[in-house]
């Protein structure tokens, strides 16, 4: 059985940050993908950033980013800590939400939460102006 727990969100001015956390148990070789997704309420869940288990490169690796987070956003994963990270500076009230980790077992990257297996109960984030 794979767990994914969520730590770090909280309660933020505009222009601060917050550092996300997601530790893995279980069965953490069969996920490829790993993502950070966030539903404010009454809104549809959205990708945030997703990022792939392995190296496409000796200094890349393969992430995606929604538009509204580039640039303020930056995801990482500790394959050998079984961790996955979202660091957010200069958050927006926009970016306010429920947080979640997500893993996928596709080697192929997805945006959609449906293409994800398993995820965490997740963390809120609140920003205010």
């Known amino acids: 059985q794979v767990q994914l727990v969520e730590s770090g969100g909280g309660s933020v001015q505009a222009g601060g940050s917050l550092n996300l956390s997601c530790v893995v148990s279980?069965?953490?070789?069969?996920?490829?993908?790993m993502g950070w997704f966030r539903q404010a309420p009454g809104k549809e869940r959205e990708i945030v950033s997703c990022?792939?288990?392995?190296?496409?490169?000796?200094?890349?690796?393969?992430?995606y980013y929604r538009d509204s987070v580039k640039g303020r956003f930056t995801i990482s994963r500790d394959n050998a800590e079984n961790t996955l990270y979202l660091q957010m500076n200069s958050l927006k009230p926009e970016d306010t939400a429920m947080y979640y980790c997500?893993?996928?077992?596709?080697?192929?990257?997805?945006?959609?939460?449906?293409?994800?297996?398993?995820w965490g109960q997740g963390t809120q984030v609140t920003v205010s102006s």
């Open positions: 279980g069965h953490t070789d069969s996920m490829h993908y």
């Open positions: 990022i792939s288990r392995n190296r496409v490169s000796a200094y890349r690796v393969s992430a």
């Open positions: 997500a893993a996928a077992r596709s080697s192929v990257m997805s945006v959609n939460h449906q293409d994800y297996n398993y």
